[in-house]
């Protein structure tokens, strides 16, 4: 088997999806995913782009929280394929049952094809997790809700955008903005008077985003399975990777308005719009295009402030979000990761703290299990950024199990940053400009800061999370930047004790592919 398909093992699962043995008192819900290349043309021409049961962007995933997922995905592609939640990649022409609960999450996600470049051709869709009838949710019950999936988009397909990576240049500005799909023509239609719940997520390989309603204003009601203090926006930023949740009252003139999602921090601007339908309506949307900011980043740093965490509120369980008081918390541990764009033997890398990541020829979690010698060193990545010229390596940062860690994301670049953390989601108590000192954190929220699982960090600015680390395992942490994951900005964090618990860590799959060094073992 060649180095690549090594590659594709082991990446952690999406924050909170527990692979464990399916929980038999819950409800099992049943699909069967057939992953295949065909014609797409969301830009006018034709592509190839990623299909799942003919589908682009893939059917919606509706469930309730702690439902046993079982999905039988038929790879019919050329390439092994992975889909976020798990860590089994499939080989082409072969089958695999995933079996996962929805544990303890509520809202909205999304799934995509997590490995070389899939994102960028399809493979995604909406992944939607109810509330059990036994929680109460913040807010009335919404009379019809939609998704939406807004993403960049390339004419070239992912071996094209991978092909030139290989070589060491950089991709080109993405040739258009896409939701569902289109760059524009889909509608969505409710009566006057009625609310109804959206959902919207960037998932996009490169550019923030922007979202607004003609005419209307929305109501954030949660990110990314937190439910957040229900502040009214006239427009919100979504970065890559991140997903929001917001109420929208059709209280306006019955007739068509336009919805727009536009790029941020990007010259030229792209635009996607979709159609609000008024029932009844006869009169289409009306041009120009309500205007949001376009290079603004002060504007966005001071919206990403105002949301936060509703205290009060339910989570997936029946107790207050509120009520594990992270300002009580002692933090053992603080790392600054800076981000750098570099060069290394002539062709284009991004680095954190003086090391471009490249995976290991074993599967670092087989290594770590099977006690592995030789593969990584920890703690290699040094906690601050260092001086002297990025190399390459496979950085891997040692915790221990149940670590309270502040982890500070300094952005000296121009461009806008989004990481993401798999296993844990983290508590954002802070953005600001400039470099990051322990003097900042006087100004940290440590009240009410949001709980989710992918930060922004804004042109030459930091934004710091603090997460406690109590799942073990290799977790990996990378930018949600396609490029600049798939070139190097990205990290393990190994949460670790000294037990085996089958509580604390998911097992290795008995039929995993054992490769590398692990192979002799
Ligand atoms: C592959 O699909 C077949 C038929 O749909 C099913 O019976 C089988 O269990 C699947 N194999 C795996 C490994 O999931
Ligand atoms: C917070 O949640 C509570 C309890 O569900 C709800 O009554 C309240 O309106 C919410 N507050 C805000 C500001 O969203
Ligand atoms: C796209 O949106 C931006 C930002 O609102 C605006 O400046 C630009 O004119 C729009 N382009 C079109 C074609 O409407
Ligand atoms: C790896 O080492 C740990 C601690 O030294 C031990 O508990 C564990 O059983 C070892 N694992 C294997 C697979 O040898």
Same mark, same amino acid.
């Given at each position: 088997m060649s180095r690549s398909i090594f590659l594709l093992i082991f990446l952690a699962t999406l924050a909170g999806f527990t692979a464990l043995?399916?929980? #038999?008192?819950d409800p099992y819900r049943y699909f069967t995913w057939v992953v295949t290349y065909g014609k797409i043309s969301p830009l006018g021409q034709p592509q190839q782009g990623i299909l799942i049961n003919g589908q682009f962007p893939g059917p919606t995933l509706d469930c309730v929280t702690n439902d046993n997922i079982i999905v039988n995905v038929v790879n019919k592609i050329d390439e092994f394929i992975l889909i976020t939640w798990n860590q089994l990649p499939i080989p082409p022409n072969t089958n695999w049952t995933y079996k996962m609960q929805t544990k303890d999450q509520i809202g909205t996600f999304t799934y995509f094809? #997590? &490995? &070389?470049?899939?994102r960028a051709a399809g493979g995604f869709g909406a992944f939607n997790i109810n509330q059990r009838s036994v929680i109460s949710i913040p807010y009335p019950a919404p009379s019809g809700e939609f998704n939406l999936l807004v993403g960049d988009w390339y004419k070239a397909n992912h071996k094209g955008l991978r092909k030139r990576l290989d070589s060491g240049k950089a991709l080109p500005f993405p040739n258009g903005l896409l939701i569902n799909g289109a760059p524009q023509g889909m509608r969505f239609t409710g009566q006057k008077g009625k609310t109804y719940k959206f959902r919207v997520s960037?998932?996009?390989? *490169?550019t923030s985003i922007n979202f607004r309603i003609q005419g209307h204003t929305v109501t954030l009601i949660e990110v990314e399975g937190s439910h957040t203090q229900q502040e009214v926006y006239e427009s919100l930023d979504i970065h890559v990777g991140q997903s929001v949740t917001v109420l929208v009252t059709?209280? $306006?003139?019955v007739k068509d308005y336009f919805i727009v999602a536009s790029t941020r921090f990007t010259k030229p601007v792209l635009n996607a719009t979709t159609v609000l339908c008024y029932e009844g309506s006869t009169a289409p949307p009306s041009l120009p295009l309500p205007v949001g900011p376009t290079c603004h980043v002060h504007w966005s740093m001071k919206q990403a402030r105002t949301i936060r965490l509703n205290l009060t509120a339910n989570a997936a369980r029946p107790n207050p979000q509120g009520s594990y008081r992270y300002k009580l918390i002692p933090i053992v541990r603080t790392i600054v990761l800076a981000n750098t764009e570099t060069q290394i033997n002539n062709k284009l890398r991004y680095a954190v703290n003086g090391i471009s990541y490249v995976d290991p020829e074993t599967p670092l979690k087989l290594a770590d299990y099977f006690n592995i010698s030789g593969v990584f060193t920890l703690n290699s990545i040094k906690d601050y950024p260092p001086p002297g010229s990025p190399l390459l390596g496979t950085s891997v940062i040692g915790t221990n199990l149940h670590d309270f860690v502040e982890i500070v994301f300094q952005n000296n670049e121009k461009y806008v940053q989004s990481w993401h953390l798999d296993g844990s989601s983290f508590y954002v108590v802070g953005f600001g400009s400039g470099q990051w000192t322990? *003097?900042?954190?006087? $100004?940290?929220?440590?009240?009410d800061a949001i709980v989710r699982h992918t930060v922004q960090v804004y042109p030459r600015s930091w934004s710091t999370i603090l997460v406690s680390l109590d799942k073990k395992g290799m977790w990996n942490l990378r930018s949600a930047i396609w490029v600049r994951r798939y070139l190097g900005q990205q990290l393990y964090i190994r949460v670790w004790n000294d037990e085996t618990s089958l509580y604390t860590e998911n097992d290795i799959p008995t039929n995993a592919l054992l490769c590398g060094k692990a192979k002799l073992s």
């Open positions: 043995p399916a929980n #038999s008192e094809l #997590s &490995t &070389t470049f899939h960037n998932v996009g390989i *490169d059709l209280n $306006r003139e322990k *003097d900042m954190r006087r $100004r940290y929220n440590m009240d």
